[in-house]
């Protein structure tokens, strides 16, 4: 929708013209309550002269349940048959969806991935959006019908159903955004906003009224799930204001009371540190005694890469007679899948391997550290005042990231948060 169309318009008028993606996670859907909760909040846009697409999740629990059931028959089942059955949890919440909006006055229908369609790469379980057809979507909205949309899966060229990975729906919701030149995607989940880190660990955390897309993006990728990494970068690419909030609090969208993610010149107070991120259930890998020459690095990484293995903290070594290691981190979902590799695929001469399972990493993430010096000086005295041994660290221009022992997670969380300040003053007093 061409937004200078609205400039000699009424406020009133501009109101009516609004087009609003709406995306409820899964505790935002969990049983018929919470379904017909959201519902009334739909309502409520659509009451207000918006136009609304509405993305949902499986009810929480489900997409779990469906993964269990495919490892179940085999570890190594087929992808595409898991597809299959993944996707399958949205596609109820939607139909609910729907009845639950029609029950209430709201002419609603509901749209799978493959009807509309959101076509995808054929990377199964992985998928990336390619395109999305808007006709049918437009069409339907410009006659006042809500359309509902089931998140995380699409259709490849082959025509079998995909899925966008874990977290996905929120990808769905941002990806149709963008499509629709939408004003505002609006996720609704089980807290009120993007907050300084994850509130379920530090009860003090400060909530954010905006955050930049690159922060956002750093956080999301570095383990705040809050919101799929990719649909932070589509939301930056397209420019789509994304925004945070609560299913579960009286407000809507339109109140704008939750968390804008938007572009960093829209951000007039940039903090030098913006929010702690952590990821759980890492795994650190060293390749013992490979020879420091040219192409080692591509020999080891390739055959990883080769195989969708995410590796993602790297360091080589000092070499001594000639001979160096190689230390690296991958979830730890994928640590089977990266030893098999390892002894398998690669062409390699080294001594050993060893493995650390137990490591966790906490990262910093602020867009004033480009030009603020002693952030990392803090974040590492601050771990060794608490005694945790920093084993690998990794950085770029606005973050930090360091591997530790798992155990020391929390500690570690909430330490630095409060040695940069984070808190939200009116919850320490
Ligand atoms: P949904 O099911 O709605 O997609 P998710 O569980 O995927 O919800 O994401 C919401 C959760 O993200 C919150 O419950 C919170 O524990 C977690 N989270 C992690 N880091 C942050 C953060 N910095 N701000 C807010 N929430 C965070
Ligand atoms: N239901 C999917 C999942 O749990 C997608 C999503 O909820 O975002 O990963
Ligand atoms: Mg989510």
């Not at 697409?53 to 028959?73: F, H, P, Q, R, W």
């Not at 060893?354 to 004033?368: L, W």
Request: proline share 2%.
């Amino acid at each position: 929708m061409d937004k200078l169309r609205y400039k000699n318009k009424t406020l009133k008028e501009q109101k009516i013209m609004a087009v609003i993606v709406a995306k409820f996670g899964g505790t935002s859907v969990a049983d018929i309550k919470r379904i017909e909760s959201a519902a009334d909040k739909i309502k409520k846009e659509v009451e207000a002269g918006n136009q609304v697409a509405v993305v949902v999740s499986a009810m929480s629990g489900v997409t779990n349940k469906l993964v269990d059931y495919c490892s179940e028959i085999s570890p190594m089942h087929d992808v595409r048959e898991y597809d299959t059955v993944v996707s399958s949890g949205e596609q109820i919440t939607a139909g609910l969806m729907a009845m639950a909006l029609q029950k209430i006055g709201i002419s609603a229908r509901s749209w799978l991935g493959w009807q509309i369609p959101i076509k995808t790469n054929n990377v199964h379980g992985k998928a990336r959006i390619e395109h999305i057809d808007t006709a049918e979507i437009k069409k339907r909205l410009d006659i006042n019908e809500v359309v509902v949309i089931p998140g995380f899966q699409g259709i490849t060229e082959q025509r079998r159903i995909s899925t966008l990975g874990r977290g996905g729906s929120d990808t769905s919701a941002v990806a149709v955004a963008a499509a629709l030149n939408a004003d505002r995607c609006d996720i609704y989940t089980d807290v009120d906003g993007v907050y300084t880190a994850d509130p379920r660990i530090v009860s003090n955390a400060r909530k954010l009224h905006k955050v930049s897309y690159e922060e956002m993006l750093e956080l999301a990728s570095l383990g705040s799930k809050v919101l799929q990494t990719r649909s932070v970068e589509m939301g930056a690419k397209s420019n789509v204001p994304i925004q945070v909030l609560s299913s579960f609090g009286e407000f809507i969208g339109s109140d704008r009371k939750g968390t804008l993610v938007t572009k960093e010149e829209d951000i007039v107070e940039q903090e030098v540190v913006s929010g702690i991120a952590h990821q759980k259930d890492e795994a650190k890998i060293t390749v013992i005694g490979v020879e420091d020459v040219p192409g080692v690095a591509a020999k080891l990484f390739k055959p990883l890469a080769d195989a969708a293995i995410n590796v993602d903290m790297i360091v080589q070594n000092i070499s001594q007679d000639g001979l160096t290691d190689m230390t690296f981190t991958v979830p730890r979902t994928d640590l089977e899948r990266a030893k098999k590799v390892l002894k398998e695929n690669i062409d390699l001469k080294y001594e050993d391997i060893a493995i650390t399972e137990n490591v966790a990493k906490v990262s910093v993430v602020g867009i004033g550290m480009k030009s603020h010096a002693g952030v990392a000086n803090t974040m590492f005295s601050t771990l060794a005042e608490k005694g945790i041994n920093i084993q690998v660290i990794s950085t770029s221009e606005i973050k930090i990231s360091v591997l530790i022992e798992q155990d020391y997670t929390e500690l570690a969380v909430r330490s630095l948060h409060a040695a940069y300040g984070l808190e939200d003053q009116q919850k320490i007093m």
